[in-house]
């Protein structure tokens, strides 16, 4: 850097731009290698999971069939659950699956060959989707009309909707690696705040699947980019209009977008201090607030409706009255640690996974939060940088303090601890891994910061294939052989067999790839220092 650029009180909008690298130019080669690994892993589970064997799958799948035929979005809990998804979940059925189970392809029926003009709707099941925001089914039931003509089978028309939760996710680790150096990481913790996006096995997993989870997540990464602009002195009005319609789009979708928007607008106020542009400020944060009031509407309507700001329902409540801490306490601890850990790192499917998954999850949790703690007190941060790891962190942590929290008043009130969900967690995990990132640049030498990435890249190869292998559990109970499992799947896949074994090649090589480079970038000698905002403006 030169000794003449301006400190940050003093820098104009025109020198901030012209001194800040491109967002997303000129990043390392596996950045975008993990980017194409993550997409192929989730088309991988788009098929390897059987239709509707994803979480709440069947209720996603509802409520975009209900907004395309009723084109409207009803209250909360007054959703009823659409007869064509309760009957095409009943022709897939539960695993596990045989090879000589499935319809053949050509016979599986549509969704206008499942739907019953006179009799479209369940009389007794709730489809509880009605209690988030309408705006990921209704983009799906958008899709779903233009494909309505086509008559495609109802499995592989939700393949597609599945694939597409699949590319709105595949940017993460480019998002991820953007961020970490916007804020002044390295060449190496670049790579690794991409590979925690790219490798953690429970994201891949939900991926793959029909859930209003991952447009939430591809929008917030968004918010969480546009952030790291922000406190590294960007406060354009183009800017702040990105920010507020990507938070907008996660604001219209579900609830947790709450903590990511009141997080963006704290980046602000934290600009304006820092840079003593507060004018220029206050209007970049009037035009992030005006376009995320977009989708910020939805929960100002819930207050005048229900009195809340998310209404939910978890079951009835306990005939006898709240249980006690006592009584309510062993009950949440044993399922929030069975549950909420797992399903942030490997996935759902908790009897899959088993005890071991359990540990490991755990130890994973523990060993991240040590190590996050050893480097930002090794790195001896400074106060500029407790300031922007606690807006980019805070709203993972208050995240997990919600679920917790509302786990537990659903244990107390209804005698099961619901909502244990650590997939809850993954919109605001980019921030996370971008604070890691930078803080294990601030705290290590090369030779750390090598070790470190080899680690992650190694723990999350191995996880990512682990995590597949585990799913040969679904499939041919009777068989041993990898092949005939594999048989297994291609006979359920939606996709003709040639697209579906296409797909595993393509997996295949985009890991060999990673594998490649990642070896290419550990092997590289140095940490070549990357230009970045951060830099710029101290």
Known sequence: MTSDVPPPAEMTSATAST????????????????????????LVWSFTRATFSA???????????????????????????????????????????SADEPWPRPDRPSWAELTTPDNLVSGSTVNQMSQHPPLYYAGLAAVHRVL???????????????????????P?????????????????????????????????????????????????????????CVLTGDLRVRTALWIGLAAAVALLTKAFALPIAAA????????????RRVRQAAVSASVLVAAGSLGGWWWVRNLLLYGTLQPSGHGDELASGPLSFAEAWPVFFDTFVDRFFPRYWIGANGGIIGDLGVAVSVALTALFVMV???????????????????????PVILMALIVAYQSYRFTVETGIAAGAQGRYLFPAAIGAAAVFAVAAHRAFGDLGRRILLGGTLAIGLGGTVWRLALARGSWEPDAT?????????FAWSPLPYAASVGVYVLFAVALLAVVALSVRELARAGDDAVESAAAVAR
């Open 148 to 170: 309505a003509d086509a008559g495609l089978n109802f499995d592989l028309e939700v393949w597609i909707w599945r694939a597409l939760s699949a590319i709105m996710l595949a």
């Open 481 to 489: 052989s990898l092949w005939a499992k594999l048989d297994a799947v």
């Open 55 to 97: 979480q709440d799958e069947r209720a996603h799948v509802g409520a975009v069939l209900y907004a395309e035929e009723f084109r409207e979005w009803p209250g909360f809990q007054e959703m009823p659950l659409m007869l064509s998804a309760m009957r095409a979940a009943e022709i897939v059925g539960t695993s596990p699956f």
């Open 19 to 42: 001194d800040r690298p491109p967002l997303l130019r000129g990043l390392p080669l596996l950045v975008w290698g993990l980017c194409a690994l993550m997409l192929m892993t989730m």
């Open 372 to 394: 996050l703690v050893a480097m930002l007190i090794r790195g001896r941060a400074t106060w500029r940088d407790i300031v922007d790891d606690a807006v980019l962190a805070g």
């Open 264 to 275: 963006a607008f704290a980046a602000y106020v934290v600009a304006a201090v820092r840079t």
């Open 172 to 228: 993460l680790p480019l998002l991820a690696a953007a961020l970490a150096r916007r804020l002044g990481a390295g060449r190496r913790m670049i790579v690794l705040a991409a590979a925690a996006m790219a490798l953690l096995p429970a994201l891949q997993l939900l991926g793959g699947s029909v859930n209003n989870d991952n447009l939430l997540i591809a929008s917030s990464a968004w918010v969480f980019l546009g952030m790291g």
